[in-house]
């Protein structure tokens, strides 16, 4: 089966491995991600001004793309999917906002939000299934114990992004499951990393962030998956000492597809 | 042929102001059979009646359609004036030209065109009626309570008051429901048990109310007057009438690990039990999942020591079958689970509890013999957080809760913060809060008593996410007011979670083709003329089956559903309807497809002797429609493939004629 494919800027740079790995699993799993020619940065944060449309151009220029090669969308960096996702509900529901776009894009037929957009762990779950991916593991997993990290915005706003419960999440234990691990669950798996604010207050970001690792490791977890390159930041940055990686090389390990690591 | 007379009505300016109505009675005047045509201000008013009548007479009119509001409003209205004018009360049609024409519409040509096709659509009708006379029915003297809580209770005994038998069927071994299992109760901190248990015993002592308790509904079938209920009585392995609730055998059970629902699983109890002290009827049950005896026929200590010999391990369920003239829901309801809201630790923590558990833990007969403590190590706690709207007005998240307001929630949270205030004035105590709501007699005094008096911090704000670290547990939550982020410590929080239907509800409904809403609450044939009726003639509802209430509230309501069930349960025979299905035998084959989708079971089929034009005798089976069972929906005509089936007031050939007029 053939996807589109948005990988983002960060995954061409600091966050290689969540795109290498994404890559090398999804094949491994029978399914061709097409990256996306000419793609350009989602925006990286969704305005909530309703009325901004410039930052937004270039995702629906993504979905465009998806829609027009009917195939998902797919994308596997937590802002990249919540800005993406944003966007087209904004295309499907607010039409002073999708006529302003189409009016600045003059694109042949116009878009109003026809994409269907998957982050790729929906696309495990919902188009590979959990269980197929359990029957391609290789690499079992057995006796880790991996806590999963959700951070904000893989979830949120639910409305919206429709992925699973934000205040109880399982899709990423779930994952851990298939490929064989102890899913250890915590609390503060769904508190913010402290995100951009690391910039201005590392010492709040550093507060989250050390919050988070402490309930991690004392639910028992040695290791800590994330979605979000951002949030690895902030958990690597603030003194984590357990590993923390994308949840895309553990599967790529399990799956025997890991390979030549990336030079960084 | 038919002289039809048609009256179209004003309604004030509800409908003048939309529609043309001299236009249209004007135009009526010319349709086929009509010899007469007026309107006027107030047709429904007395002297609209008045001009009816004098119509009838004058013109000596054999059908009337009045262009008024809808049917469910003035039919019945018009139905006695064509009565009192000499007519059958069936030769009259309403064309609804308010609710379904002048008040959807504003452009006033449009809806005087809308108006006139309407109103030639009734009278096209209104050429086709007959005559109709309604069957009667009798009415069996008895009143059946589905529940046994405060909401049963309180209808059995006023109905009980009354004269007339009832029979109350409660699922758990005891009534009482769950005003038993609280503590004291708002807004006058009487003990709950205290106001109940006399109440218990009543039923129990009255020669009217029979109690069937352990037992449940397993099916309805009939109709109000005359409904036939399946009862199921299940085997509690001790004969009722033998077992003097000495509780011997309940000390030498050797399973006593079980929990205790009544506690809410907060202690344990034995194998065979009786769930609390005051329970009605006061006899021991055995848990078949738990004794021994029953399991693998090992023990029988209960059996030896028993002075009354009341212990039967043979006993099977026992079916009962009754029949009653009235149907009392009282259903009630149980907080939700909170499996879904695992943010606020309740499958983490021990000192994560709902507010029925505190109720326990604070009661004098509970687990703790009313001492708070923390179920975890048993110590006092000094923090206390009441988190509010869990799982209620969930918008945003119905998926996992509920989109409406629990209603006793708020109440309730003030009671316990102020108790616990009160009885350990050490303690710090926080409530977060979506909105406070106290409409009630003396509630929101009450609540400011908790704030003022005792020192209750409210706070606005939904708590996020609790988080167990050590033996504390860390209370993530917001504080709108000061839109600030709170972190506190606290060592017990309790959850008010929200309320909902007991399960047994739906399939309860579907038994008696009661309608409910989308949350499962029994639907009142009128939300504000009619609150204590089911659509459903006959079923009558009492208490939170219909919504969420307190205490009060769930009482006076269950007097209002049983003063209702008196005033059907006085009447000797019931007018039925006459408008039911009919079978055309002669072109019916018999194939049971209406019989397939009667939801009331009112088809039935008969082996009968037809003369075939040839002069021989052939045997062919009939459908055959039991016209005091029927309830008019009309399924079975549209079912029926040879078009055998017709519904009286409603035949397919009037249907037709409406439709040729509106289509002209």
Same mark, same amino acid.
């Given at each position: 089966m053939k996807v589109r494919y948005f990988p983002g800027c960060t995954l061409k740079n600091r966050a290689k491995d969540l795109d290498t790995y994404a890559y090398r699993s999804a094949e491994a799993l029978g399914i061709t991600p097409e990256e996306i020619e000419n793609w350009q940065c989602c925006g990286g944060v969704f305005t909530t001004a309703r009325d901004e449309v410039a930052t937004k151009l270039a995702s629906v220029r993504a979905l465009k793309d998806a829609s027009d090669s009917n195939l998902p969308l797919v994308t596997v960096c937590s802002a990249c999917h919540n800005v993406i996702k944003q966007t087209n509900h904004a295309m499907q529901t607010n039409k002073e906002f999708s006529d302003k776009v189409?009016?600045?894009?003059? *694109?042949?037929?116009?878009?109003?939000?026809?994409?269907?957009?998957?982050?790729?762990?929906?696309?495990?779950? /919902?188009?590979?299934?959990?269980?197929?991916?359990?029957?391609?593991?290789?690499?079992?997993?057995?006796?880790?114990?991996? *806590? *999963?990290y959700y951070g904000c915005l893989l979830l949120r706003p639910h409305k919206?992004?429709?992925? /699973?419960?934000?205040?109880?999440?399982?899709?990423?234990? /779930?994952?851990?499951?298939?490929?064989?691990?102890?899913?250890?669950?915590?609390?503060?798996?769904?508190?913010?990393?402290?995100g951009y604010i690391s910039v201005e207050s590392p010492d709040a970001a550093k507060k989250n962030a050390n919050a988070i690792l402490e309930n991690a490791k004392a639910?028992?977890?040695?290791?800590?998956?994330?979605?979000?390159?951002?949030?690895?930041?902030?958990?690597?940055?603030?003194?984590?000492?357990?590993?923390?990686?994308?949840f895309t090389e553990l599967l790529a390990e399990a799956l025997g597809v890991k390979g030549e690591p990336n030079e960084t | 042929m038919q002289r039809v007379g048609v009256f179209v009505c004003w309604c004030g300016s509800n409908i003048a102001g939309t529609v043309d109505v001299q236009a249209v009675s004007e135009a009526l005047k010319n349709e086929p059979g009509v010899v007469f045509s007026a309107n006027y201000q107030y047709m429904c008013s007395q002297a609209g009646q008045e001009m009816i009548k004098t119509a009838v007479k004058e013109h000596h009119l054999?059908?009337?359609?009045?262009?008024?509001?809808?049917?469910?409003? !003035?039919?019945?209205?018009?139905?006695?004036?064509a009565?009192?004018?000499?007519?059958?009360? =069936?030769?009259?049609?309403?064309?609804?030209i308010r609710e379904q024409c002048s008040w959807v519409h504003k452009d006033v040509t449009a809806g005087t065109e809308?108006?006139?096709?309407?109103?030639?659509?009734?009278?096209a009708k209104v050429n086709l009626n007959t005559p109709l006379t309604p069957g009667e029915s009798p009415v069996t003297k008895r009143a059946l309570v589905i529940g046994g809580g405060i909401a049963g209770i309180q209808t059995a005994l006023d109905i009980a008051d009354a004269g007339f038998p009832v029979d109350v069927v409660e699922k758990q071994p005891t009534i009482g429901g769950k005003m038993a299992q609280l503590d004291k109760t708002f807004p006058t901190l009487d003990c709950a048990a205290c106001i109940l248990t006399p109440k218990m015993v009543d039923v129990a002592q009255n020669d009217k109310i029979r109690i069937f308790s352990y037992s449940e509904v397993t099916d309805v079938r009939g109709f109000v007057g005359n409904f036939d209920v399946t009862i199921k009585k299940k085997a509690r392995f001790v004969k009722e009438d033998v077992c003097t609730g000495c509780g011997a055998c309940v000390e030498k059970c050797p399973m006593k690990k079980i929990p205790n629902e009544f506690n809410l699983g907060m202690d344990n109890r034995h194998a065979i039990y009786i769930p609390f002290a005051q329970a009605v009827p006061k006899v021991a049950t055995i848990d078949p999942d738990a004794c021994n005896m029953l399991k693998n026929g090992k023990c029988g200590i209960c059996s030896k020591v028993c002075a009354a010999g009341a212990i039967d391990y043979k006993q099977k369920d026992e079916i009962i079958e009754e029949t009653y003239g009235a149907i009392v829901v009282a259903t009630g309801f149980n907080p939700i689970s909170m499996e879904k809201f695992d943010e606020y630790a309740y499958s983490q923590s021990k000192d994560v509890i709902t507010s029925l558990e505190f109720e326990r833990l604070t009661n004098a007969a509970g687990p703790t013999a009313g001492m708070l403590v923390r179920p975890s190590d048993g110590k006092h706690p000094h923090t206390l957080v009441f988190v509010q709207c869990v799982g209620s007005r969930c918008e945003s998240c119905a998926e996992k809760g509920k989109e409406y307001c629990s %209603?006793?929630?708020?109440? =309730?949270?003030?009671? !316990?913060?102020?108790?616990?205030?009160?009885k350990y004035p050490d303690t710090e105590v926080y409530v977060f809060y979506v909105d406070v709501r106290t409409p009630g007699k003396n509630f929101d005094e009450f609540y400011r008593r908790a704030v003022e008096e005792y020192g209750v911090k409210y706070v606005k704000g939904m708590v996020g996410k609790i988080v167990p670290e050590g033996d504390k547990l860390k209370v993530q939550a917001s504080d709108l007011i000061a839109n600030k982020q709170l972190h506190l410590d606290a060592d017990l929080v309790v959850l008010a979670a929200a309320i909902e239907p007991d399960h047994s509800a739906r399939p309860l409904a579907t038994m008696l083709t009661a309608s409910m809403d989308t949350n499962d609450f029994f639907t009142e044939a009128h939300p504000k003329l009619r609150p204590v009726e089911s659509p459903t003639a006959g079923v009558f509802l009492s208490g939170t089956c219909q919504g969420p209430k307190d205490i009060p509230e769930t009482v006076s309501q269950a007097g209002a559903a049983a003063s209702k069930v008196i005033g059907l349960l006085v009447k000797d025979k019931l007018t039925g309807n006459p408008c039911v299905a009919i079978a055309n035998e002669l072109t019916?084959? +018999?194939?049971?497809?209406?019989? $397939?989708?009667?939801?009331?079971?009112?088809?039935? =089929?008969?082996? %009968?002797?037809?003369?075939?034009?040839?002069?021989?005798? %052939?045997? $062919?089976?009939?459908?055959?429609?039991?016209?005091?069972?029927?309830?008019?929906? +009309?399924?079975?005509?549209?079912?029926?493939?040879?078009?055998?089936?017709?519904?009286?007031?409603?035949?397919?050939?009037?249907?037709?004629?409406?439709?040729d007029a509106i289509c002209k």
């Open positions: 189409n009016r600045y894009l003059e *694109a042949d037929g116009g878009y109003n939000g026809e994409a269907e957009v998957y982050h790729y762990l929906e696309m495990l779950r /919902d188009l590979v299934g959990f269980e197929k991916v359990k029957e391609r593991v290789v690499n079992s997993l057995k006796g880790k114990k991996i *806590a *999963a919206v992004m429709r992925m /699973d419960d934000p205040e109880n999440p399982t899709v990423m234990e /779930d994952l851990l499951r298939a490929l064989g691990a102890d899913a250890v669950v915590y609390a503060r798996r769904n508190e913010c990393c402290g639910a028992g977890a040695e290791m800590i998956i994330t979605a979000c390159p951002l949030c690895k930041y902030n958990l690597v940055k603030n003194g984590a000492d357990i590993p923390v990686v994308y | 054999t059908g009337i359609v009045v262009c008024s509001c809808s049917p469910r409003m !003035h039919e019945a209205t018009f139905r006695k004036t009565v009192a004018a000499g007519l059958n009360p =069936y030769m009259v049609e309403i064309a609804n809308k108006a006139i096709i309407l109103g030639k659509a009734a009278i %209603k006793i929630c708020c109440m =309730y949270t003030a009671k !316990h913060a102020m108790l616990t205030r009160d019916c084959n +018999g194939c049971s497809s209406c019989e $397939r989708v009667c939801p009331y079971g009112a088809i039935s =089929y008969l082996d %009968k002797e037809f003369r075939m034009p040839d002069r021989t005798t %052939k045997i $062919r089976r009939v459908a055959s429609v039991n016209p005091a069972v029927c309830q008019g929906c +009309g399924a079975c005509t549209v079912a029926c493939p040879s078009g055998a089936m017709d519904l009286n007031g409603f035949m397919n050939n009037q249907i037709m004629a409406e439709v």
